[in-house]
């Protein structure tokens, strides 16, 4: 009777550990192919794109019957990757189909005109001596509106030759804008895209100087400096974690107040 109940409760938990797994949205453990290491994929890169604007990630992969046991390589992966949103007909990935050389690839995406939220969704097919398993995942992009930038650069009695601009946020370097060589009393426009990346909520100024180029060049108006201040708003409440949470609390809870009830009916039972 005591093992039958032991049984009964290490079953319940088991039970209960997977509902788990599901209300926090965690994948159920990946169980290989029979005598393949599982195929595991990294995609590296940025989560936050600008409209329009590239981005370069980088995809690795490995398992599946072309990694033998102790991890030699001795077939080959494929990998194939498309693009799924509300409208992606003005985003590419380049290149979208291939064969991982040493494991990885590099990709270049260019964001699609519009805000939304796009997957890159890789497949990967480890072959080897004519067996093949392939493996899907998601890797999701958010498309936003940048943070822009601009002005116009004017040249003095003399030509100027060409140089870069150090851009800053919070006086921190976030990227560079080429400028080429400007003819005497001639002008360049510039422009320059930012798209924040784990910066905290509140105000934050953008800025890019011409010190360094010691009088040759201005910013139309005569000025060496131009910035402009934007505002970060708060990301809002993740709910989707405490309800799991919640979840798997009040399972629990039915779980302790069952085996509570249970266990005194059964010695109500016994006398």
Not at 196 to 203: C, E, R, T, V
């Given at each position: 009777m005591g093992d039958r109940l032991t049984f009964r409760r290490l079953a319940c938990l088991g039970l209960l550990a997977m509902l788990a797994l599901v209300a926090l949205g965690l994948p159920a453990p990946a169980h290989a192919?029979?005598?393949y290491p599982p195929i595991t994929e990294t995609t590296t890169g940025p989560s936050i794109v600008g409209r329009s604007l590239q981005a370069k990630y980088i995809v690795t992969g490995a398992g599946g019957p072309a990694v033998a046991a102790n991890g030699t390589m001795v077939g080959f992966i494929d990998f194939n990757v498309t693009l799924t949103g509300n409208n992606v007909s003005t985003a590419s990935i380049a290149p979208p189909t291939g064969v991982l050389l040493n494991g990885?690839?590099?990709?270049?995406?260019?964001?699609?005109?519009?805000?939304?939220?796009?997957?890159?969704?890789?497949?990967?097919?480890?072959?080897?001596?004519?067996?093949?398993?392939?493996?899907?995942?998601?890797?999701?992009?958010q498309v936003v509106s940048p943070y822009v930038l601009s002005?116009?650069?004017?040249?003095?009695?003399t030509m100027v030759s060409g140089f870069n601009m150090t851009v800053t946020v919070d006086g921190r370097p976030v990227g560079q804008v080429v400028v080429p060589t400007i003819d005497a009393n001639g002008s360049y426009q510039f422009t320059f895209n930012y798209v924040?990346?784990?910066?905290?909520?509140?105000?934050h100024t953008i800025a890019v100087?011409?010190?360094?180029?010691?009088?040759?060049?201005?910013?139309?108006?005569?000025?060496?400096?131009?910035?402009?201040?934007?505002?970060?708003?708060?990301?809002?409440?993740?709910?989707?974690?405490?309800?799991?949470?919640g979840i798997v609390a009040f399972a629990l809870a039915v779980f302790i107040w069952g085996s509570v009830v249970g266990a005194r009916r059964r010695g109500r039972r016994a006398r």
């Open positions: 192919a029979a005598g990885s690839v590099i990709l270049t995406f260019t964001a699609p005109n519009v805000t939304e939220l796009v997957t890159l969704q890789v497949k990967l097919t480890s072959e080897y001596n004519g067996t093949n398993v392939s493996a899907f995942f998601n890797n999701t992009v002005g116009v650069l004017v040249a003095g009695p924040p990346q784990g910066i905290a909520a509140g105000w100087s011409l010190a360094p180029e010691h009088g040759l060049v201005t910013f139309q108006g005569g000025v060496q400096q131009l910035s402009v201040q934007f505002f970060i708003t708060s990301p809002p409440p993740d709910y989707a974690l405490d309800v799991g949470v």
